[in-house]
C-alpha cells in the first residue's frame, strides 16, 4: 500500500468546468506538495502546504492536517491545465518523503 | 523555464556503456536532488544534496553514481546499467532541503533508454 493515494487516476473534464483531485496520506507530515507533470516530463511545483489553503491564479490547495487529506482545485479549467499532478508529502522526521502516483488530467475544449 | 537546467534530454546508451547527465541551477539554492520515474510508478527520490553534501540516499543501486561539485551543478554518473533502468530522471532545486519545506523547481529531465 503506498502512504499516498490520490484520487481520481484519471479525470476528463469539459473546458469551464470545476476540477477537484484528492490526496489522502497515511504517515505524519511536515509538509506537503502539489506537482504539474506535463507531457514530456517537465514538472513544476505549485504549492507547498503545512496547513489551511493557498491560492494561486485558477489554483486551490487545501490541507486537513488531523485528516491527512489535501485537495487540489482548479476553477474555470483550460485545455492547458491538461498534465498530470502528484501530491507529495514530507514525513515529519524529515529525511523521507512520497509521492503518490498522480492523477492525468485532460481538459477538452 | 523553472532555473534548472538538464542535459542531455534524451539519451539512449547500451548496458556496457558509460554516461552522465548534468543538471545546473543558478537559483543559489542550497539543495539538489535526482528523481527516477519509471512508467506507471510514482516518482522515486534517488539522492538528496543539501550544501553540497550528500543527507540520503535511498538505498539506490550503485551503478548509479552522483556527484555536486558544487551548489549549482549535479551530475549522476551512470555505468552498467539494465534495461529496466530506462526512464525519466529528473532533477530539482530547492532553497533548504524539503526537510525545511522549501518548494522545490524542477528540470525538463533525462530521457534515458537502455538497450
Known amino acids: 500500500k503506498n502512504e499516498v493515494e490520490q484520487s481520481p487516476q484519471n479525470l476528463t473534464a469539459q473546458e469551464g468546468e470545476f476540477i477537484t483531485i484528492n490526496c489522502s496520506y497515511s504517515v505524519g507530515i511536515s509538509a506537503l506538495h502539489w506537482l504539474q507533470q506535463h507531457p514530456g516530463g517537465g514538472i513544476v511545483s505549485l504549492f507547498m502546504l503545512s496547513s489551511g489553503k493557498k491560492k494561486h491564479g485558477r489554483l486551490i490547495a487545501t490541507i486537513n492536517i488531523q485528516e491527512k487529506h489535501s485537495s487540489l482545485h482548479i476553477t474555470a479549467s483550460h485545455p492547458r491545465d491538461s498534465a498530470v499532478y502528484i501530491c507529495?508529502?514530507?514525513?515529519?522526521?524529515?529525511?523521507?518523503?512520497?509521492f503518490g502516483t498522480g492523477t492525468s488530467l485532460t481538459v477538452i475544449p | 523555464e523553472t532555473g534548472v537546467t538538464q542535459t542531455p534530454r534524451h539519451l539512449v546508451m547500451g548496458m556496457t556503456n558509460k554516461k552522465s547527465l548534468k543538471c545546473e541551477q543558478h537559483?543559489?539554492?542550497?539543495?539538489m536532488y535526482w528523481y527516477k520515474q519509471s512508467a506507471k510508478k510514482p516518482l522515486e527520490l534517488m539522492f538528496v544534496y543539501s550544501l553540497e553534501e550528500r543527507v540520503e540516499n535511498n538505498s539506490v543501486p550503485s551503478r548509479f553514481s552522483p556527484e555536486c561539485p558544487n551548489s549549482s551543478h549535479l551530475f549522476l554518473h551512470l555505468h552498467t546499467l539494465q534495461p529496466e533502468d530506462s526512464a525519466l530522471y529528473l532533477c530539482?532545486?530547492?532553497?533548504?532541503?524539503?526537510?525545511?519545506?522549501?518548494?522545490?523547481?524542477f528540470g525538463q529531465g533525462t530521457r534515458l533508454t537502455v538497450v
Open positions: 530539482a532545486s530547492s532553497q533548504d532541503s524539503y526537510a525545511g519545506g522549501s518548494v522545490a523547481f
Open positions: 537559483l543559489g539554492h542550497n539543495a
Open positions: 507529495a508529502v514530507v514525513m515529519n522526521t524529515g529525511n523521507q518523503f512520497y
